[in-house]
């Protein structure tokens, strides 16, 4: 009875530890016992005539301490050694020399003994817990994980995963038109485990090409099963995306295998990232042609390689410029991250081919400008050269110092 008592007083005092969110029961007991043989080894001097008895499926231990019966009188040591006359009462039959094991319970040891044993406990706990995290994430850095928006704040998000540690997603790893509100269910890539003051710091990012790479390998099947390979990703987040992949079998197409048949793999993607525009190029080491796919949707007339200084200058029509750089220069800027070439595009003035439409030209001629050329029937830049200036003064109300300047501006573009 003395024993069931104790046992279950050992319980009741650490119950709170037993059940340790994502600490199994085995790991559990084992830190327990190692506490408790720290205790006693710091009471008795020593722990090897203690025999812990660990109970995983029940979730206790029992302490047991073994010591040697001596004639009354010859005690030395009373922690290895028992009298005769006191082992008798936990043992008739006892006799001297014999080894006597004798159960300790919790009322054995003092309130500040327990006290020091649930700190060291919650202690090693605590240490346990961040070792795990940090283990447990540091294999993940690269991974897509799902979490539960709990708290919002201006510079970061705070988010729970299925077993409810914390993790940060920082504005600066989100994409600009992510908004989000407690309890939302968001996808991110783990970008690294930090630790600040000894804290494993979990940090997401939803920007980084790694993400976009991670939704591809879910979407597109021969992507994770490597029989296409993603050679490069860039990104400005929330605009534009290009990705270069490439496949060695020559019966797969990479793109179309990217995109799915009517962008039934690459929608998702989209949605996911706040409707990025995501270019999907085939690789190629022949770099004329890498740059010329890198610039889509813009159609290039020509390419011009400077290997040494890892230069091009790419050549278009007029009205495939503003294609080529693309809204806020997106275009331009990441066809050059992609290729590793720093790239200049010119307008294409093959006089023999070439005509240039009035319109392009709105950032150096004034629109109502143009509309009275247009009036006439001069739609292009050579159809306004064509025509003898005094000619222009007539047909149209505009100035000859005007007209001038438009036969100037128009001319330099086929100089």
Known sequence: MAKQEGKMSLISTFQEFKEFKNIDRETMMRILEDVFRHMLIKRFGT?????????????????????????????EDDNLEIEYSK?????????????????????????????????????????????????????????IISGEVYQVWKREVLILDEEYYELILPKSEQIPSDFYRKGDVIKAV??????????PVIILSRTSPVFLEKLFEQEVPEVYDGLITIKNIVRAPGE????????????????????????????????????????????TTNASLYITRSL??????????????????VYLKPDQVSLAIGKGGHNIKLAGKLTGYEIDVYRDTDTDTEDVALADFNDEIDQWIIDELKSIGCDTAKSVLAIPIDELVTRTDLEEETINEVIRILGSEFE
């Not at 300790?104 to 995290?133: C, P, S, V, W, Y």
């Not at 930090?194 to 804290?199: K, S």
């Not at 995306?241 to 690459?266: H, T």
Request: glycine letters at 6%; hydrophobic letters at 35%.
């Open 190 to 199: 783990v970008s690294k485990v930090d630790l600040r003051n000894n804290n």
């Open 87 to 143: 082992a008798i009462k936990i043992e008739p039959d006892y006799e001297v020399g014999e080894e006597v094991s004798e159960e300790m319970h919790m009322a054995d040891f003092g309130r500040r003994e327990i006290l020091t044993i649930r700190q060291n406990l919650a202690a090693k706990i605590q240490e346990l817990e961040k070792d795990t995290i940090y283990k447990k994430y540091s294999a993940k850095i690269g991974e």
């Open 240 to 283: 534009r995306a290009k990705i270069a992949v490439e496949s060695y079998d020559d019966r797969i197409d990479p793109v179309g295998a990217c995109v799915g048949i009517k962008g039934s793999r690459i929608h998702g993607i989209v949605r996911e990232l706040k409707n990025e525009n995501i270019d999907v190029i085939n690789y």
């Open 47 to 75: 722990d090897e005539n203690f025999d812990i008895i660990v109970n995983i499926d029940k979730g206790d231990l029992e302490i047991w301490r073994n010591r040697e019966v001596v004639e009354d009188g010859n005690l």
């Open 296 to 313: 889509s949707p813009a159609k290039l007339s020509s390419v011009t390689i400077d290997e040494e200084n890892m230069k091009a200058d």
